[in-house]
């Protein structure tokens, strides 16, 4: 298991507890569906595990869940404390229930990440400013009123010059320049139709500020998230997971919403708040059931020659038929 988080790089904390994973103090299973997650303390994301480290780890956390205390529940999706960890347990949920769930901890995670910015600098230069402003007898007052905003603006620039990350810059068609994209360069990209994936991204050039190339396939939705989050910070009203897990839903799923958006050519600024989050949902689902294709056929190759070659004693067979007929509740065999 990976030790740091596939999405912000940063370090997974804990041991795994239950799991037996050796890292993780926030997991999510899913029992239906054979997955399990490692939440990410600083960005929320939900890092998958591997294939190979699945059955057994889940079959530990559903029984660590019996024993914890229920936090907070719906239907389909209850938040379990257990010993200091955190697990959160996944039914069969509707898309309205688990996205609410999910991107609700990433729209939290965004703004203690800003406040951890804003906050300090507030204080720090409210301070010296009331300094300031005795000594000049009140004629900063303004100034001192304004200072959240602009230490919201001073964020909102940091997270807009984070370089884009792209295996290679991509070449300006029209004016030959390097394009060093950053986050706020996204605000003006173009979400298109492909006819090689769901959807391309075309980008506005710094330089010549042309249409000047085109993303498609993985790096096009790592900028695209990166230009939604930042375009999320230009925003006074806070975005509501449940509103945009509605549009998802309303159009049909992730695919068919990533197409209507696409067909309209829209830039990344002109879309409607809501949609642009309903949008980062569909792409990010996307993404993890691509990821979860890949490793499930390379996982069925794997099993058909360990099948074929290593079932050499009866334990053995025994063993991967157990484990291959096993059902949802880990106990009982699936009909």
């Known amino acids: 298991m990976y030790r740091t988080c596939a999405f912000c790089n940063g370090k997974l904390d804990g041991d795994g507890g239950p799991s037996g994973l050796g890292v993780g103090r926030r997991l999510a299973f899913d029992e239906w569906r054979s997955r399990l997650w490692v939440i990410c303390p600083k960005c929320s994301r939900w890092n998958l595990a591997p294939l ?17 205390r229920v936090a907070a529940a719906t239907e389909q999706v209850a938040l379990i404390r257990w010993q200091g960890y955190d697990l959160v347990r ?11 769930w999910r991107y609700g901890e990433r729209l939290k995670a965004r703004r203690r ?25 009140g004629s900063v007052g303004v100034f001192v009123w304004n200072m959240p905003r602009m230490a919201q603006w001073m964020y909102r620039g940091i997270v807009g010059r984070r370089a884009v990350g792209l295996v290679e810059p991509p070449i300006c068609e029209r004016c030959g320049a390097v394009m060093q994209l950053r986050a706020k360069h ?18 506005s050039c710094p330089s010549c500020h042309a249409e000047g190339a085109m993303l498609i396939g993985p790096e096009a939705q790592a900028a695209l998230r990166q230009g939604l989050t930042y375009l999320a910070l230009t925003r006074r009203r806070r975005e509501r997971a449940e509103d945009a897990a509605r549009l998802v839903e309303g159009a049909g799923g992730p695919e068919r919403l990533i197409r209507d958006v696409a067909r309209r050519e829209l830039t990344l600024r002109s879309i409607a708040p809501e949609r642009r989050l309903a949008l980062e949902m569909a792409v990010d689902e996307q993404a993890e059931v691509a990821a979860l294709e890949r490793q499930w056929q390379e996982a069925e190759e794997i ?15 025994a063993e991967l038929r157990r484990l291959k007929e096993r059902g949802p509740d880990g106990g009982q065999p699936s009909s």
Not at 303 to 317: K, M, R, V
């Open 186 to 203: 996204m605000a003006h990209a173009r979400v298109v139709p492909d006819t090689k994936a769901d959807l391309g991204l075309v980008l």
């Open 90 to 100: 996944v039914g069969k949920p509707p898309r309205l229930e688990f996205a609410t």
């Open 52 to 68: 190979e480290e699945r059955l057994e780890q889940i079959e530990a956390l559903a029984r660590a869940a019996r024993e914890g």
């Open 113 to 137: 990440e800003q406040l951890k910015f804003v906050v300090p600098l507030t204080v720090a230069t409210v301070g010296l400013a009331v300094a300031v402003n005795v000594a000049a007898g």
């Open 303 to 317: 099993a058909e020659i360990a099948d074929g070659l290593l079932s050499t004693t009866a334990e053995l067979e």
